[in-house]
């Protein structure tokens, strides 16, 4: 069910402080400081570390610390995936459906590290990455399609599985906020054959996979994490556009970001892998985070409209074990119904924190694909928040 939107107040609060006292900006790179100058204790964020390195949490790839626009601790653990999932990678299964190529998920040319960069499998972060897209082609106009707009409109409705009355309602904003109403179960592990998710990467075809799956409920009424749904986005994008949505995020999104190492997957039929395919290092997907922390501006320019990322962040619908769930964000509340930590969240243990109150941005990687991503988000933040204290944010030379 829908649950109120009596944040929007509070949350327009934390936007306007938020942005208050930045005036650095990574775009050539991050600054570095010590913990301690902006009020962090270190001694959490090691004992976290330790146990990262130790593996207590399977197969961390990175850790990375900011606050106040600086890098304030980082850290990156080695594995030998090419042994770890050697047997894996030459066996056809779930996540293997190819024995070559970018969707096998053990071959280490390709995961989690794209061909020995340190550009990481972000998986489902992929989506937030796609909805802040979206918001940057509404900024500028490029999306004019309001998002009540029915996903029908782009397909031909006689080449369409399955149609029906509700398939006829079901609107972009449900595509973004997982409600479609479709026929999709991914909750099951991503090895699972009969996972929604896997079986469309075992098609060539995977806009119309989705799109012939038979309707289970009226869109909008339901939560239903959905790749698929995610998926759909790069198909309208073109069609609403006429613009390829991986060439338009690196004009529009990445370049002024400065993100200039990336690689985004696509699908057999060439349309861009928007639901998992993103390739980022984890200094560049802090970026991202720290957009939104700066309610889509950067450098004094608005590179997504505020409106959007207030829109993108109000908890829309509930996702189920406490969660809520945005524009392709997840949100998790803090005991405070005002106060919301903002995530993107990906297979494997790839995870972006957004903390508005304190001005933090952390990022996960990981490649535990095989344990059921094993990362409790909650159990980081409480180990990792009493380390932090209150702090004014200032222009003040790093040290």
Known sequence: MRVPRLSCTCLAMWLALTCQGQSR??????????????????????????DLASGKYPLADSMLVSRCGAIIYQRTYKHDYGTIYFKQAHSRGPLNARLTGPYNYFDPAWHPYYHGTDEHSMQSVSKTVTSATLGVAVTRGDFRAGLDTPVLKYFAEGKVAHVDDRKRRMTLRNVL???????????TPYNDPTNACSLMEAT???VQFVMDRPMVQEPGKVFAYSSGATE?????????????IEQYARKYLFAPLGIEHYYWKRTPRGVVDTEGGLFLRAEDLA????????????????IVARDWVRDSLVPRVDAGEGWKYGYQWWLLPTGDPARMVWMARGFGGQRLFVIPEEKLVLVFTAWDILGNDSFD???????????????????????
């Open 25 to 50: 900006w990574p775009t050539r790179g991050w600054e570095r400081t010590t913990p301690a100058f902006v009020g962090v204790d270190e001694t959490p964020l090691t004992a976290f570390d330790r």
């Open 232 to 244: 759909l986005l790069a198909y309208i994008f073109q069609k609403e556009t006429g613009q390829d």
């Open 204 to 206: 060539d075809d995977w």
């Open 287 to 302: 970026k991202i985070g720290y957009l939104y922390l700066n309610g889509g501006q950067w450098e004094g320019r608005q």
């Open 177 to 187: 906020t997982m409600t479609t109403g479709l026929d999709w179960n991914e909750d």
């Open 377 to 399: 988000e909650r159990e980081a933040l409480r180990r990792l928040l009493p380390a932090v204290h209150p702090h004014a944010c200032s222009t003040e030379k790093r040290r």
